[in-house]
């Protein structure tokens, strides 16, 4: 049952809420406000589909973004409470599968680093970022993920490392990691409209669930932006949740696993959530000019700071379109969620929360929403004008140095995927995860996407061999450079067991050439090790140790008579002298 927020001294918060609502231009807005085991307010103001003006309520599924990842810790915690992993062990010894970048990080990296983002390995977000990988596939690419900074040294949040605890967790539970989490946490909490994927929530009988709109970058027209994606599983920040359900959330909690007269959760689970980490970092202080919290210091899955003398503990969540921030004042057990569909209206999820905990602890007013806002504008004329002004910077009078077909093909990177490049003939093409944009040249053998709104803008600076053909496509990934490798065409099966058979140069040795089990032409010397050919064109093909070097099978009549060599300064023809294989 819901009670009086105005018990807390918060005034009309319907009012207060619903001005913000058309002050800002906010879609739509959610709030949850619990003390001790009191669920005060939860409700929603605006529309969760602003399209059609349907009504935001506190049963709305709502995406809930990076306060998934409490859910995430408090499951990993309660597989150490069990005695099944450890915090503070290296978690290679419990999860041997599991590698990291080197030896060293492999030889200490804990679950506790983890989970409080203290590995010092960037994000590399655009991994996982819809990505069709599962999350096994997540797991088995952190070891291309390279440090920048020295473990634990400083916080740097990483999205894949609670990926890969989410593998870690069914490996060790036998249990899907949402299954665990589902089987643990909502089911005895009784969290019944509180789903792992946004295709769930779009499968709800009620059909009541938030779209993502926003205004546009240079108006204030709403436009619907992308939504995430229906089958994107992710126990870094796929869960929907419901205020009702979020408000129950919190005051288990505030009570340390205590809800309804049952301990739910481990007290010692939450807490060790609580234990203070590294800093937070501070930057958005000095772009501001004032501070709202303090001395910020992340746990795992939530973070703890000062809030104008009072020990508050939060974790916000942002997806396009959607921003929450669920917190609460341990001391006082007073807790405030916040929902808000809107990018332009991002900052209410924080705003609000400082607002109303001002007014619950009798504090004197400061608007933080005023403040937000001020500078929300600011920041959005500023980039209108800055691409106003923007203009092309290419070399001028350059061209591609291949025709437009050369540079087609699939490139592949071993943790991204794939990049694919078509053409209609007259222009190229970019397909990159749901992207396909245009690509337009730019200068010399770089090509750029336009700059969508929705997609944004993409660079693909085109790269040549020794040989001159187009074998890689750079782009920037996550702050650096990802080089994606030309996927060879093969020739087909039959062909390439033409190839097969023993081959002798010019001084009598005898070169033998073999199909590996994977279909790769093994080229094999006498005492040498084994030579991959890797495709280069028809029954061209050049080698993986020396790529200047060139070779190609000659055929006639439809059988293989010969194999040249050759490189920069010479060419040799080895002649085939029968179909065995020495």
């Not at 126990?235 to 979020?246: F, H, N, T, W």
């Not at 703890?304 to 917190?327: C, D, M, P, Y």
């Not at 496509?473 to 450079?481: S, T």
Request: one cysteine or more; a negative charge; aromatic letters at 10%.
């Amino acid at each position: 049952m819901l009670s009086d927020p105005g018990k807390l001294g918060l005034g009309d918060v319907d009012a207060y809420v619903e001005t913000l609502v058309r002050d800002w231009h906010a879609p739509g807005i959610g709030v949850s406000i619990v003390r001790n085991d009191e669920v005060l307010l939860a409700r929603g103001y605006g529309h969760r589909d602003a399209a059609n003006a349907l009504p935001f309520t506190a049963s709305t599924l709502f995406p809930i973004a990076s306060n998934t990842k409490l859910f995430a810790a408090i499951a990993a915690g309660l597989l150490v409470e069990r005695g099944l992993l450890s915090f503070d062990e290296p978690i290679r010894n419990a999860v041997p599968s599991l590698r990291f970048y080197d030896q060293p990080l492999d030889a200490a990296v804990t679950l506790r680093d983890m989970l409080g983002h203290k590995t010092g390995v960037p994000r590399y977000d655009m991994i996982w970022y819809e990505s069709d990988y599962s999350t096994k596939d997540l797991f088995e690419r952190i070891r291309f993920m390279k440090p920048i900074a020295p473990l634990r040294s400083r916080i740097i949040y990483n999205n894949m490392m609670y990926e890969a605890v989410g593998h870690i967790i069914e490996l060790i539970s036998g249990k899907p990691w949402h299954q665990f989490v589902s089987d643990e946490i909502l089911t005895p909490l009784g969290m019944h409209r509180t789903l792992f994927t946004y295709g769930d929530a779009k499968a709800d009988r009620r059909g009541d669930y938030a779209l993502p709109f926003s205004e546009r970058r240079d108006s204030d027209e709403f436009w619907q932006l992308p939504a995430p994606k229906d089958d994107d599983c992710s126990p870094a920040g796929s869960i929907v949740a419901s205020l009702d359900d979020i408000a129950r959330w919190s005051i288990m909690l505030m009570n340390n696993g205590l809800i309804d007269g049952k301990q739910l959760i481990p007290a010692s689970v939450l807490n060790a959530t609580l234990t203070p980490g590294l800093p937070w970092p501070s930057g958005m202080s000095d772009v501001l000019g004032f501070e709202s919290d303090l001395n910020g210091i992340y746990g795992m899955g939530r973070m703890t700071a000062a809030f104008r003398g009072h020990l508050l503990t939060s974790h916000g969540g942002a997806l396009r379109g959607f921003h929450s921030q669920v917190s609460y004042l341990p001391k006082e057990k007073i807790g405030i969620s916040v929902f808000v569909i809107g990018d332009h209206c991002a900052p209410l999820s924080n705003a609000i929360g400082f607002d109303l905990y001002s007014r619950a602890l009798g504090l004197d007013a400061t608007d933080w929403t005023a403040r937000l806002y001020e500078f929300g504008v600011k920041e959005k004329n500023t980039m209108r004008e800055a691409r106003e002004r923007s203009v092309p910077r290419g070399v001028p009078n350059t061209c591609p140095s291949h025709g437009l077909g050369d540079y087609v093909g699939s490139y592949e990177h071993p943790a991204y995927g794939q990049l694919h490049i078509t053409t209609d003939g007259t222009q190229l093409q970019f397909g990159f995860r749901h992207i396909n944009q245009p690509l337009n040249h730019f200068h010399y053998d770089r090509f750029d996407t336009p700059d969508d709104e929705a997609d944004g803008g993409w660079s693909v600076l085109f790269l040549t061999s020794a040989l001159g053909d187009i074998d890689r496509a750079a782009m920037r990934l996550d702050e650096a450079e990802a080089v994606f490798v030309r996927r060879p065409i093969r020739p087909d099966a039959e062909l390439l067991a033409k190839l097969v058979g023993t081959y002798e140069t010019p001084f009598g040795i005898k070169i033998g050439v073999k199909l590996s089990r994977d279909g790769d032409i093994l080229l094999s010397s006498p005492g040498e090790p084994a030579n991959v050919l890797e495709t280069f064109g028809g029954l061209q093909f050049r080698s993986s140790a020396f790529p200047d070097v060139t070779f190609e099978f000659v055929l006639e009549e439809g059988h293989v008579t010969a194999l040249r060599h050759w490189d920069a300064h010479a060419e040799i023809e080895w002649t085939r002298i029968d179909d065995a294989v020495p």
